[in-house]
């Protein structure tokens, strides 16, 4: 299998490589942090003059049809560079309204024109304070009303909740797991935004009575669901790649500078021997990902569902390894704000706990038919 990106994917990735190292800096983007928008309109901007925001969109709604492995050049970038706006939230949002909706129904493909143009931002739903990381476990309920639906419940833990003006909801509805739309200004809906240790912004929604659109057929709600969150899984992966290679390449760096006995440590054998392992990490985490890419629009869920597990546990484990080296070769400045590579490791370890830890995605593949066949 060819993992090499294609011409236009490298330019993308240049493109955007470069505009972050001359604009989204660290101090920059700590600058952004402290603001109490905690995002910025300015960058956003420029990510639709890229083409960001137009990627993942079908090309009749305005995008580019951007492929998982399109996507996927785009979060290592904004991995690498730590980028705090609400791309990834936005693109797992458009991507619900492509296979819950279907983008050629009018409303959604309304909304998708408008991301495209940059002109609204989505989120998409998917814990509740008792699910931990179980997609299914739902105590929001929805009910039809005259003119939709409406919806009772509370979502914690949204990311870039506050900054979307759509969330893509999923709710129990007559037994089963019925998936909806939400506008930010609709009425019995209540919003706390909030900053996280990594950086980030989320938010708790709370739900009374709010007026909701139902995406697709109520009956398909559930495999619909668990795909979504695949998507973001694996643009969760691409992104800890990105941040994993910053970091490894923040620790060399430092390395060469920091002298002990009069010579950099990077001199020193057994140091060499853990920056190799730290690198050996990252490669293996960087293969499953891209594997994972591959495999994510495979006719086969249960070929999507092995490697998108698969991927999200080796870069977990390579996360917390990276970090924890990189943090100790660091000395004490490892844990201080005011050097990238903290706030590398809190934003992977953020990603590792996300969506699934390492545990939950061992489990989810050993329970595949495949495996159990194979041991």
Excluded at 276 to 290: C, F, G, K, P, V
Aim: with cysteine.
């Amino acid at each position: 299998m060819n993992f090499n990106f294609t011409a236009e994917q490298q330019q993308l990735a240049d493109a955007l490589r470069r505009y972050l190292d001359k604009n989204y800096g660290f101090e920059a983007r700590q600058a952004i942090v402290k603001t109490p928008a905690g995002v910025s309109d300015q960058h956003w901007s420029a990510f639709v003059e890229l083409g960001l925001t137009a990627l993942p969109v079908p090309a009749e709604q305005g995008g580019f049809d951007g492929a998982p492995f399109d996507m996927l050049v785009v979060m290592q970038e904004l991995g690498r560079a730590l980028v705090v706006e609400p791309y990834w939230s936005t693109a797992v949002g458009v991507e619900a309204l492509k296979l819950a909706g279907g983008a050629a129904e009018p409303e959604n493909a309304a909304l998708l024109e408008r991301v495209a143009s940059g002109e609204i931002k989505l989120a998409a739903a998917f814990h509740e304070p008792q699910s931990r990381y179980d997609l299914f476990s739902l105590e929001t309920q929805a009910k039809e009303t005259g003119d939709g639906f409406a919806l009772t419940g509370t979502k914690s833990v949204v990311q870039h909740g506050a900054q979307a003006g759509y969330w893509i909801v999923p709710a129990r509805f007559a037994g089963e797991v019925a998936l909806f739309v939400v506008a930010r200004d609709a009425k019995g809906v209540e919003v706390s935004d909030y900053r996280t240790i990594d950086g980030q912004r989320a938010a708790t929604l709370t739900f009374k009575e709010a007026h909701a659109r139902r995406l697709g057929d109520a009956h398909a709600g559930a495999a619909t669901w668990e795909k979504i969150a695949d998507y973001a899984t694996f643009l969760l992966c691409a992104q800890a790649v990105g941040a994993m290679d910053a970091l490894n390449h923040a620790t060399v760096e430092y390395t060469k500078t920091r002298q002990q006995f009069g010579v950099p440590i990077a001199r020193f054998q057994a140091l060499q021997h853990r920056m190799a392992e730290m690198l050996i990490h990252a490669e293996q985490a960087r293969s499953l990902t891209y594997l994972a890419a591959a495999r994510y629009s495979s006719e086969s869920a249960e070929a999507r569902r092995r490697a998108i597990s698969a991927a999200k546990v080796r870069v977990g484990q390579a996360a917390r390894f990276i970090g924890q080296q990189a943090v100790q070769l660091h000395g004490g400045m490892g844990v201080t704000n005011e050097v990238a590579a903290a706030h590398l490791f809190k934003r992977l370890a953020i990603i590792e706990t996300t969506l699934g830890d390492v545990d939950h995605h061992l489990e989810r593949f050993a329970s595949l038919p495949g495996f159990s066949q194979a041991a």
